[in-house]
């Protein structure tokens, strides 16, 4: 079932689609990172101005090279180190969406270790935006179930697996890389 939830999403995403999707913390609301215009539709979604950056999710430490012009080195400790999940901004984004990196250059990136988003990324073979599944200003829903109608609404395919899950995850914990590998916490 994993498998064909897979594919359909990434069917939908490689037509510049926007899916609903379960990932290591909470669910998200995704699309292909590099496709401005499936990124405008994400924002408009959220109802979110595109000054606020989302963040995207990689299945592989390598891929955070294709992506960040120059990587710090401490960067490479933290992704091995991280526990929970563990969501990095750095500098100097590339082979993005322009609408999706921050008016400063940088760009949040997250190795997901969580088996459906790793593999949808590994299979889609792109980064992955992932933003928490709500209108911009209202709580992110920790589960399926608490994702609003508007929402569900509003993107092209909603991924059925994990649907029934419970728990609450947490967003992931957010680090900023500056420069001189100066390191800022910005959600624990």
């Not at 490689?14 to 496709?35: M, S």
């Not at 994400?42 to 120059?70: C, G, H, N």
Request: overall charge neutral.
């Amino acid at each position: 079932m994993m498998k064909e939830e897979i594919k359909r999403a990434c069917e939908v995403m490689q037509n510049g689609g926007v899916i609903l999707y379960p990932t290591d913390t909470v669910w998200g609301i995704g699309c292909d990172a590099t496709n401005a215009e499936a990124v405008k539709r994400v924002y408009e979604i959220k109802r979110r101005t595109d000054s606020k950056a989302m963040l995207v999710l990689v299945d592989s430490p390598v891929k955070v090279d294709f992506y960040v012009q120059d990587v710090p080195q401490v960067a490479w400790d933290l992704i091995d180190l991280a526990t929970k999940p563990l969501t990095i901004i750095y500098d100097g984004a590339r082979n993005l969406a322009a609408n999706l990196i921050a008016a400063d250059g940088s760009v949040g990136i997250r190795v997901t270790k969580e088996d459906f988003s790793r593999e949808l990324c590994f299979r889609f073979r792109k980064a992955i935006v992932s933003t928490s599944a709500n209108v911009s200003g209202q709580p992110a829903p920790s589960v399926f179930n608490d994702i609003s109608e508007e929402i569900r609404q509003a993107v092209d395919y909603v991924v059925d697996y994990r649907r029934e899950e419970t728990g609450h995850p947490k967003p992931s914990s957010i680090i900023k890389l500056g420069k001189g590998g100066e390191i800022k916490i910005i959600r624990e």
